[in-house]
Structure formats: structure tokens, C-alpha cells
């Protein structure tokens, strides 16, 4: 927890919903260096957590779409040669987070965005969620992504 500083404020943690809704845009950046799987010189997505909720709201019931299959399509859509990891993995579980605050405050699980065609329970994203994994693992049983 953040203390105060003299004279200071502490500044409120921002809900799950606030970062789902953060006034940014995409970009597309040449990347100076190799980074992850991306060679240098190339042109690099760097999505926002919205897209990412788009993206994930138009995957079919029943269906999972990893982390690799995500990057290279939003790569594509975007005309760049790849898409950033680390951002993605963060803007996956911010996306996952905000709809499980969304169902906590009763939205009907029909009406949330299905994070878990998106989210491997191994992946790193996934062992941080505030909430754990056993959510995660329901759902994709109910759809049949995992038995």
C-alpha cells in the first residue's frame, strides 16, 4: 500500500474498469533492438487494453485462441510484423480482471468478455490473477476447452 508523503495525498488504485478504459491509442513502432521474439528494425504493435477486448469478445464459444495466434493476428490487422508480448500478456489479464470485477458486481457471465478463450491457466498472466485460477478453469470446462 502506497504511504503518504508529507502533504501528500495517497492516490487511489485505479479499478480494474478504470485500466480497461484508459484513453490511449495503438501504435505501431519500429522496434530498435531485439526484444523477445522480434528482430530489430522491425515494425512492432503495441495494442491497448480495449482492442485486446475486442478481440477476445469475437473468439466463439467453445474455442481458445493462445497468446501467439493473438499477437499475430492483431499484428496483421494493424500492418506490423509482430505484436508486443509483454504488453499483450499485461492487456490480457487487465481485460480478464475488469470482467471478473464486472461479474462480482453481478453482470450475468453471458454479458462479461470470455477471457478464459483467451488465457491459458499456465501461463504467467494467469497465476497472477487477483482472484486465482479455479474461475478460469470452470469456464473453459463449461465450453469444453480443457477437460
Not at 100 to 127: C, D, M, N, Q, V
Request: aromatic share 10%.
Amino acid at each position: 500500500m502506497a504511504k503518504a508523503v508529507k502533504n501528500k495525498p495517497v492516490a487511489k488504485r485505479k479499478s480494474w474498469q478504470e485500466k480497461l478504459h484508459v484513453d490511449k491509442k495503438a501504435e505501431v513502432k519500429k522496434n530498435d533492438y531485439d526484444f523477445a521474439d522480434i528482430p530489430a528494425g522491425s515494425k512492432m504493435l503495441i495494442a491497448t487494453p480495449l482492442i485486446m477486448d475486442e478481440y477476445i469478445r469475437q473468439i466463439p464459444k467453445g474455442h481458445f485462441t493462445d497468446i501467439k495466434q493473438i499477437r499475430k493476428d492483431l499484428a496483421a490487422e494493424y500492418k506490423a510484423a509482430y505484436t508486443c508480448p509483454v504488453t499483450t500478456g499485461i492487456f490480457i489479464r487487465i481485460v480478464a480482471e475488469a470482467a471478473y470485477e464486472e461479474y462480482e458486481k453481478g453482470k450475468p457471465l453471458s454479458k462479461i468478455t470470455p477471457f478464459w478463450r483467451a488465457l491459458s491457466a499456465k501461463s504467467p498472466s494467469a497465476k497472477k490473477l487477483s482472484f486465482g485460477i479455479k474461475f478460469l478453469l470452470d469456464q473453459q470446462k463449461k465450453e469444453g476447452i480443457v477437460s
